[in-house]
């Protein structure tokens, strides 16, 4: 396991825990510690170890409060854009991981904070936790894929809404909105988000996989081509081990023993 500046990593039973670790920033964004996420995910791609992850951020208050406007405020034009690429491209690597990751939030989920929890497959929060993109407070707008996932989210008008006032969602309303999976008790959190990832790594790998792709590619095609390649998919977890093992199982009346072949 790689040692980072800004990030904490623990391999446990399958399940690695990337922690944000600024907390003396709230966890803030900047571009040494979007490259350690970049390396991190690029581990967890590579490790047969790994068949979860979960991201948080160290302390109570904060996930991730954000981009750090202390160096986002001295970046030149050309700059600003290689930082919001770099941001783009990571969060990209989150989404198209092949493993299920869960964000685990905390507390503030701000501007990169929000669109980092968005990346994941799975958001779980914390009562406390809050999201937002208070970019236009800055005199900038969204810059790591928050126009484009917020309003695939939670409906077209309310991300307008949200990302032109700047105003915070209350955990409780990022579940009513889609935004949030679940809500726990602060205290709860991380044991929460431990059992969702222990209950996935029960089921089969490949179809995992296969089932993040469908809805992951589908999602931007009209229906008959997002049918159409379901039916790829689905064609591609009949040719795996892990299909043969799981109806074995079932038939069998047992507990599969998925290998993810």
Excluded: H, W
Excluded at 78 to 101: A, C, H, W, Y
Excluded at 121 to 147: H, M
């Amino acid at each position: 396991m790689v040692e980072l500046k800004n990030l904490l990593m623990e391999l446990e039973e399958g399940i690695l825990t990337i922690t944000i670790n600024r907390p003396k920033v709230l966890n803030a964004l900047n571009t040494e510690t979007l490259n350690e996420i970049r390396t991190a995910i690029k581990e967890a791609r590579e490790s047969d170890a790994v068949k979860v992850v979960i991201i948080t951020g160290a302390g109570e208050k904060s996930f991730v409060a954000g981009a750090d406007i202390a160096q986002m405020r001295d970046l030149e034009v050309l700059e600003g854009r290689t930082m919001t690429m770099l941001g783009q491209d990571v969060f990209s690597e989150i989404e198209n991981l092949d493993k299920p990751v869960i964000a685990a939030v905390n507390g503030y989920a701000l501007g990169g904070g929000c669109e980092m929890a968005m990346a994941c497959d799975i958001r779980i929060a914390s009562k406390n936790a809050k999201f937002g993109q208070p970019e236009v407070n800055l005199g900038i707008i969204p810059g790591f894929g928050g126009t484009q996932r917020l309003p695939r989210l939670i409906g077209k008008g309310r991300a307008k809404y949200y990302i032109f006032t700047s105003e915070m969602i209350t955990a409780q309303e990022a579940y009513n909105f889609g935004l949030a999976d679940k809500v726990v008790d602060p205290e709860e959190l991380m044991v929460k988000v431990k059992e969702a990832a222990k209950a996935l790594m029960a089921k089969a790998p490949v179809a995992i996989m296969m089932a993040k792709r469908a809805i992951n590619n589908g999602i931007d095609m009209d229906l008959d081509s997002g049918i159409a390649y379901e039916a790829e998919a689905y064609t591609t977890t009949f040719a795996s081990q892990d299909r043969v093992e799981g109806m074995n199982a079932f038939v069998e009346k047992r507990k599969a023993n998925f290998q993810g072949k």
